[in-house]
């Protein structure tokens, strides 16, 4: 199928398409004969200018298109380099700053999909000629299209209220704009308000923590709502419909206090239920308040635990303490609909199952903790008032700390947790602080980059921890020697002196890695974004685009995107939030015009598309016997297009005859048809 | 110019591929990104959705000289879109069906659900398929049409020519 016509006109209009081959340093060119593929476009019919260039995304690779524009009076271009995901709107305002509408650009894959991925020189200047060739033909038949604006609501949704979900929305509500801040626990803090102190300074996790939680509560701009989940969400960028759904507490939230009186009056007089803060090593009441400063200061009901839920035949002292009448055993749950242009996802991480690597024995042995259990025990205000103790009761002379636990493991997860070194520090710096025990550090490498973590390691060096290269075999409390009697012997090679150990202490720290949330695949499909292999939410782009997702108004902060520490999460929450302010400060947002539209005259009214379409973009009119798409709601996936059989109706960016000449263009032999083509030069 | 010896020697088969933007062209690009070698039989043509891939689009690569066409589009439950990968399965499976009145051998036509995580799925994926159509061999149709076209215009000249004396 030939879509050009004798003479290389189409429509009454001659191409003079520009061609520019990128050799991206030696990314392209490396693979890809550039110079070529440039002589092999430069023959192809309508191409009035072939160029290769080193970087064609530099400033003067640009300038060299645009000053071909202008020249040689171009009407159509194309650049073959890198995936147009990464630089389609670069060379169309580049475009476009030439005065030519930068829809008649395209874009050609020559590195992601050619250079990157083949290794043989040949072949992948072959494919680059195919590519190529295509894209030539198709930019034919490019039209001349207008952006659609569409207005960005101001407000912000924010999901989790961990340190980032906070840092995040106390920068945009101080921008002041509004924020939604839901938390799916019955409060904000998240991990960081379980920890006892932050490496490598040392300070006080609550202490930096507990005012950031209690200025969200108290920010006018800040609608907090936690115990709630989101269920549903619609729309796009600048207008998202959410439905939010809270959870009930069985307690009045807006008249409740936190005064605890009902706590204490509960007719359980002692707590027997694992309190989930501590890591199950205390125990609550079914009505609680998760922690001291827990932000909102609301009590909660656990109708799993509670009698009157059970057995609806409690006494309910609890009632009749609270004097504001703030309990309501038959709350329901509340839904609400908002109304948002952006949205940050700041959902967190979990810990590493430290069940699933049997070899260290956890809940085998009452003395092996998680590193998450420990920051507990050293808290002040954890299970044991700050008192490092094993499950009998005694100060432990020797602790081991097994690093890695889940992490760069092949049986488990690939990557390396980030944080779990310097936490291992710190904990063993606290560990030997409150219980001065010898402490042993098993690592396999230590990984300490940032600022002032190396000088922590030091520190602790010099504090008198061990450290003993190689990776733990395993934990056990078979005791070869008697030594090893009543203890846990860790069993580990010592890479740096070669020799197999055995050492004995009385209680062990895993320290636990990072991992994506069990419903983390769940999110990513409510919010239509992507996670990357390992399960983390995954980036735009690794360097240029780290908290964007390919779903525009859509940002992503803290650990939902990948292990970091607090700093990082910090760091990244600012980031989102300055992603957020500049989509609203700049009140509306260009959107890809590839809608699809109807040529009415050859509708023959069939209907077959309006059931197709997922925005109900398609209504029939039943005066002209016609369907009508609404541009609006159209989000261009093409559908409809696909299933039309007349023909009717068209997509911008992806028409028909422009796929089908990018298909004929991709599968005629270079080589044979350069001779067709001379004739049809001729 | 081909080498005409050389084609005889390995059958390299031309695929022409439609991957979704969100799913599986993003997956193409990991792969790029990673740096996985796969061979160099498929094209992409970028789409926004699998659902845009018209039955039309696949018979066209096959009659343009196609000796297999993959399609790559969001797993179930994971369209950008909602819903257009489904609508692309509902066709394909009719389109299979047609394929086989036609003579074209199942594994000419495939089509896989590659989410953007999965960069070394892209590669299996064309790996595989470029081994399987290289195994049936080449499709060719335009030289098949070519050929029926010849045959045509022969019968055409003997009818002519037995037509012509009849006449005189």
């Known amino acids: 199928m030939s879509n050009t016509n004798g003479n290389g006109t189409i429509k009454g209009i001659t191409p003079r398409i520009g061609f520019y081959i990128c050799h991206c340093g030696h990314n392209i060119a490396a693979m890809v004969d550039v110079e070529k593929v440039q002589k092999f476009v430069a023959s192809l019919p309508g191409v009035v200018v072939s160029r290769d260039y080193k970087y064609m995304c530099s400033d003067p690779g640009q300038e060299l298109v645009q000053k071909d524009i202008k020249e040689l009076k171009l009407n159509r271009i194309v650049v073959a380099s890198c995936s147009p995901l990464l630089h389609e709107h670069t060379f169309r305002r580049a475009v476009e700053k030439a005065g030519l509408n930068p829809f008649f650009f395209h874009m050609v894959n020559i590195r992601e999909n050619v250079s990157w991925v083949t290794d043989n020189r040949e072949q992948a200047t072959a494919k680059a000629n195919a590519l190529a060739r295509a894209a030539i033909q198709r930019v034919f038949f490019h039209k001349s299209l207008e952006t659609k604006k569409v207005p960005i609501n101001p407000d912000v949704l924010i999901v989790g209220g961990g340190i980032a ?76 419909k959410v439905n939010i759904k809270r959870k009930p507490r069985y307690v009045i939230e807006e008249l409740c206090v936190g005064c605890m009186d009902c706590i204490d009056a509960c007719i359980y007089k002692e707590a027997k239920y694992p309190d989930e803060f501590n890591q199950g090593l205390s125990k609550r009441k079914p009505i609680y308040i998760p922690f001291p400063q827990a932000t909102p200061q609301v009590v909660l009901f656990d109708p799993e635990t509670c009698i009157d839920f059970k057995s609806h035949r409690c006494k309910k002292t609890c009632i009749e303490a609270c004097d504001r009448k703030a ?13 948002v242009g952006t949205v940050i996802l700041a959902t967190g991480f979990k810990t590493y199952d430290a069940e699933k690597s049997p070899q ?47 992490s760069r493991d092949e049986k488990a997860h690939k990557w390396c947790s980030r944080v779990c070194c310097m936490y291992s520090l710190k904990l063993a710096h606290l560990i030997k602080e409150h219980t001065g025990a010898e402490v042993y550090n098993f690592y396999i490498d230590m990984r300490t980059p940032g600022k002032g973590y190396e000088e922590f390691y030091d520190k602790l060096m010099n504090e008198g921890v061990h450290f003993v290269r190689g990776r733990v075999a395993e934990v056990t409390d078979w005791a070869l020697i008697p030594e ?99 989509l609203i400060s700049a009140g509306s947002i260009e959107l890809e015009p590839n809608t699809a539209s109807i040529i009415e005259s050859f509708c023959s009214g069939c209907k077959s598309c309006i059931p197709l379409c997922p925005y109900s973009a398609i209504s029939f009119n039943e005066g002209t016997k016609k369907a009508v798409i609404n541009e609006a709601l159209c989000k261009g996936c093409g559908t409809c297009v696909a299933a039309c059989p007349s023909g009717s109706i068209i997509q911008n960016l992806f028409e028909d005859e422009q796929i089908f000449s990018e298909i004929d263009g991709l599968l005629k032999f270079a080589g044979i048809e350069l001779e067709e083509m001379e004739v049809v030069n001729a | 110019m081909p080498n005409p010896e050389k084609k005889e020697k390995k059958f390299e088969p031309k695929i022409v591929a439609f991957f979704c933007n969100w799913c599986t062209y993003t997956a193409a690009d990991l792969a790029g990104v990673s740096r996985l ?110 050929d029926i076209d010849e045959e045509i215009k022969e019968l055409e000249k003997e009818i002519n020519r037995e037509e012509v004396p009849q006449h005189a």
């Open chain 1, 360 to 406: 260290y024995g956890y809940k085998k042995f009452p003395n092996v903790f998680t590193s998450l259990e420990i920051e507990r025990i050293v808290n002040a205000s954890g299970p044991t008032n700050g008192e490092v103790l094993t499950k009998e009761g005694n100060i432990p002379k020797s602790v081991g700390i097994i690093h890695c636990v889940g």
């Open chain 1, 165 to 240: 979900g906070i840092h995040a929305a106390l920068t945009i509500a101080n921008a002041g704009k509004h924020v939604y801040l839901v938390e799916r626990e019955p409060t904000i803090g998240g991990h960081m308000a379980m920890f006892d102190k932050t490496f490598p300074t040392l300070d006080c996790a609550a202490c930096i923590l507990t005012p950031k939680m209690s200025s969200v509560k108290n920010h006018p701009n800040i609608t907090l709502w936690t115990y709630s989940e989101v269920e549903k969400v619609e729309g796009f960028v600048g207008n998202y």
């Open chain 2, 37 to 146: 070698k796969y061979a160099p039989n498929v094209r992409v043509i970028r789409i926004m959705c699998s659902g845009r891939v018209d039955p039309q689009f696949i018979l066209q690569a096959f009659a343009s000289g196609a000796d297999g066409v993959l399609i790559g589009g969001c797993h179930p439950g994971d369209c950008h879109y909602s819903e257009g990968n489904y609508k692309m399965l509902r066709r394909f499976r009719l389109l299979q069906r047609v394929l086989k009145v036609l003579g074209i051998a199942e594994e000419r036509c495939r089509l896989e659900w590659i989410s953007a995580s999965e960069g070394d799925k892209v590669k299996t994926v064309i790996n595989d398929m470029v081994e399987k159509v290289r195994n049936l061999g080449p499709l060719s149709i335009p030289a098949k049409m070519s």
């Open chain 1, 327 to 339: 309990i309501d055993l038959k709350q329901v749950p509340e839904y609400k609909e908002i109304n």
């Open chain 1, 484 to 582: 090893e009697e009543h203890k846990l012997t860790i069993r580990v090679e010592d890479t740096l002196i070669g020799v197999v150990r055995r050492i004995p202490v009385d209680m062990v720290v895993l320290a636990v890695g990072m991992e994506p949330r069990e419903d983390a695949q769940d999110i990513r499909r409510m919010f239509n974004i992507s996670c990357s292999t390992e399960g983390f939410f995954l980036e735009r782009h690794p360097k240029l685009a780290p908290v964007s997702t390919f779903t525009d108004g859509i940002f992503i902060a803290g650990g939902c995107q990948g292990p970091r520490d607090i700093p990082d999460s910090v760091a990244q929450a600012g980031a989102a939030a300055a992603e957020a302010l500049s």
